[in-house]
Nanobody, 116 residues
Framework: VQLVESGGGLVQAGGSLRLSCAVS????????MAWYRQAPGKQRELVAG????????NYVDSVKGRFTISRDNAENTMDLQMNSLKPDDKAVYYC??????????WGQGTQGTVSS
Protein backbone atom coordinates (compact mmCIF):
# COMPACT_ATOMS: atom_id res chain seq x y z
CA VAL A 1 0.00 0.00 0.00
CA GLN A 2 1.28 3.46 -0.91
CA LEU A 3 -0.02 6.64 0.66
CA VAL A 4 0.75 10.06 -0.79
CA GLU A 5 -0.43 13.21 0.94
CA SER A 6 -1.04 16.58 -0.67
CA GLY A 7 -2.72 19.87 0.14
CA GLY A 8 -0.57 21.25 2.90
CA GLY A 9 0.48 24.87 2.92
CA LEU A 10 0.45 28.16 4.76
CA VAL A 11 -2.79 29.73 5.93
CA GLN A 12 -3.73 32.47 8.36
CA ALA A 13 -5.45 31.65 11.63
CA GLY A 14 -9.14 31.16 11.02
CA GLY A 15 -8.54 29.90 7.51
CA SER A 16 -8.98 26.47 5.95
CA LEU A 17 -6.89 23.77 4.36
CA ARG A 18 -7.93 20.54 2.72
CA LEU A 19 -5.50 17.64 2.87
CA SER A 20 -5.80 14.66 0.58
CA CYS A 21 -4.27 11.19 0.71
CA ALA A 22 -4.04 9.14 -2.47
CA VAL A 23 -4.11 5.42 -1.76
CA SER A 24 -2.78 2.73 -4.08
CA UNK A 25 -1.89 -0.92 -3.86
CA UNK A 26 -3.87 -3.52 -1.90
CA UNK A 27 -6.61 -1.10 -0.94
CA UNK A 28 -9.17 -3.90 -0.50
CA UNK A 29 -7.36 -5.00 2.68
CA UNK A 30 -7.55 -1.63 4.40
CA UNK A 31 -9.90 -1.67 7.39
CA UNK A 32 -9.30 1.81 8.77
CA MET A 33 -7.52 5.01 7.84
CA ALA A 34 -6.53 8.04 9.81
CA TRP A 35 -4.76 11.36 9.86
CA TYR A 36 -2.03 11.92 12.40
CA ARG A 37 0.03 15.02 13.02
CA GLN A 38 3.31 15.86 14.64
CA ALA A 39 4.20 19.33 15.80
CA PRO A 40 7.82 20.35 16.50
CA GLY A 41 8.99 18.88 19.79
CA LYS A 42 5.80 16.89 20.30
CA GLN A 43 4.75 13.30 19.83
CA ARG A 44 2.74 12.23 16.84
CA GLU A 45 -0.96 12.28 17.68
CA LEU A 46 -4.09 10.87 16.12
CA VAL A 47 -6.21 13.67 14.66
CA ALA A 48 -9.07 11.80 13.00
CA GLY A 49 -9.88 8.27 11.94
CA UNK A 50 -12.40 6.62 9.66
CA UNK A 51 -13.42 2.99 9.32
CA UNK A 52 -13.52 1.63 5.80
CA UNK A 53 -16.61 -0.47 6.28
CA UNK A 54 -19.29 1.53 8.04
CA UNK A 55 -17.53 4.85 7.72
CA UNK A 56 -17.62 5.62 11.42
CA UNK A 57 -15.32 8.47 12.40
CA ASN A 58 -13.53 9.69 15.48
CA TYR A 59 -11.64 12.90 16.29
CA VAL A 60 -9.28 14.20 18.90
CA ASP A 61 -11.13 16.65 21.12
CA SER A 62 -9.07 19.62 19.99
CA VAL A 63 -10.35 19.41 16.39
CA LYS A 64 -13.96 18.35 16.93
CA GLY A 65 -16.32 20.67 15.10
CA ARG A 66 -13.50 22.09 12.97
CA PHE A 67 -12.07 19.13 11.06
CA THR A 68 -13.88 16.59 8.92
CA ILE A 69 -12.41 13.32 7.69
CA SER A 70 -13.85 11.61 4.64
CA ARG A 71 -13.01 8.71 2.34
CA ASP A 72 -13.90 8.13 -1.28
CA ASN A 73 -13.58 4.38 -1.81
CA ALA A 74 -14.20 4.67 -5.54
CA GLU A 75 -11.39 7.18 -6.00
CA ASN A 76 -9.18 5.63 -3.31
CA THR A 77 -8.64 8.91 -1.55
CA MET A 78 -9.02 10.16 1.98
CA ASP A 79 -9.40 13.83 2.81
CA LEU A 80 -9.19 16.01 5.87
CA GLN A 81 -11.06 19.30 5.69
CA MET A 82 -9.61 21.64 8.28
CA ASN A 83 -11.55 24.80 9.11
CA SER A 84 -11.08 27.54 11.69
CA LEU A 85 -7.39 26.71 11.87
CA LYS A 86 -5.40 27.78 14.88
CA PRO A 87 -1.63 28.24 15.32
CA ASP A 88 -1.67 25.07 17.46
CA ASP A 89 -2.74 23.12 14.37
CA LYS A 90 0.64 23.74 12.77
CA ALA A 91 2.22 20.34 12.20
CA VAL A 92 3.27 17.77 9.67
CA TYR A 93 0.16 15.76 8.83
CA TYR A 94 0.47 12.07 8.01
CA CYS A 95 -1.89 9.68 6.30
CA UNK A 96 -2.15 6.26 7.94
CA UNK A 97 -3.71 2.97 6.90
CA UNK A 98 -4.32 -0.17 8.94
CA UNK A 99 -4.72 -3.46 7.16
CA UNK A 100 -6.93 -6.45 7.90
CA UNK A 101 -3.92 -8.50 9.04
CA UNK A 102 -2.61 -5.69 11.24
CA UNK A 103 0.04 -4.09 9.03
CA UNK A 104 0.24 -0.32 9.17
CA UNK A 105 1.38 2.11 6.51
CA TRP A 106 2.34 5.77 6.60
CA GLY A 107 2.58 8.50 4.04
CA GLN A 108 5.54 10.84 3.84
CA GLY A 109 3.69 13.73 5.46
CA THR A 110 2.58 17.16 4.38
CA GLN A 111 3.26 20.39 6.24
CA GLY A 112 0.41 22.51 7.46
CA THR A 113 1.43 25.93 8.75
CA VAL A 114 -0.92 28.38 10.44
CA SER A 115 0.19 31.96 10.99
CA SER A 116 -1.27 34.01 13.81
Amino acid sequence: VQLVESGGGLVQAGGSLRLSCAVSGSTFSIVAMAWYRQAPGKQRELVAGIATGGGSTNYVDSVKGRFTISRDNAENTMDLQMNSLKPDDKAVYYCHARMLVGEKYWGQGTQGTVSS
